[in-house]
């Protein structure tokens, strides 16, 4: 049971760290054709950006925990 939830936890987290990605990159590149020349558009989306790395190290914890767990229990 608990092998279950942690393999969804770690997909949960995997998948919301790409949409955040995928999200920041596409706001990035949008505000960037609509700004003039010489302005940053990252400055805007940093926090997103930051919210997706994130949730990509909490993705990574999470899954290394789940295969040692997983090779504890074959043991």
Known sequence: MNKIKL???SNM?????V???????GKTFYERSRLPEG???IDNNRS???IGAILLLLYIVVSTVEDYINKKDKI
């Not at 987290?13 to 760290?17: G, N, T, V």
């Not at 949409?19 to 990159?25: C, D, K, V």
């Open 48 to 50: 997103m950006m930051i």
């Open 39 to 41: 302005v940053c558009p």
């Open 13 to 17: 987290l995997f998948i919301s760290a």
């Open 7 to 9: 393999h969804t936890i």
């Open 19 to 25: 949409f955040m990605g995928i999200f920041s990159l």
